[in-house]
């Protein structure tokens, strides 16, 4: 069992910047962030394993990383626009034939959300 905690969520005008961190318990092979918006879909937002993903929706405005040493991956958002209001989730999974992608059964843990609040 691997547990998540994100922290960094918040309030920001369009144009702003926020950093998202989740600390995992243990081991994680692949490490995602996903968000869901008040009345939409979950969707996948970026993932990394050695290499990263991201839909097409953030590309350019956002960077994931992490830490292996400290099992903590990191989203980086800039460029924050209104429509990426939403809570948003880190995952994890633990076992290579998951694969490392933007689909939420692809991951096995997930952490309780941060909220994320862009004003235009």
């Known amino acids: 069992q691997v547990q998540l905690v994100e922290s960094g969520g918040g309030s920001v005008q369009a144009g702003g910047a926020l950093r998202l961190s989740c600390a995992a318990s243990?081991?994680?092979?692949?490490m995602g962030w996903f968000r869901q918006a008040p009345g939409k879909e979950r969707e996948g937002v970026a993932a990394?394993?050695?290499?990263?993903a991201y839909a097409d929706s953030v590309k350019g405005r956002v960077t994931i990383a992490r830490d292996n040493a400290n099992n903590t991956v990191y989203l980086q958002m800039d460029s924050l626009k209104p429509e990426d209001t939403a809570m948003y989730y880190c995952?994890?999974?633990?076992?290579?034939?998951?694969?490392?992608?933007?689909?939420?059964?692809?991951?096995?843990?997930w952490g309780q959300g941060t909220e994320v609040t862009v004003s235009s």
């Open positions: 243990g081991y994680t092979y692949c």
């Open positions: 990394i394993r050695t290499g990263a």
């Open positions: 995952a994890a999974n633990v076992q290579r034939f998951r694969g490392c992608g933007l689909i939420g059964g692809q991951f096995t843990y």
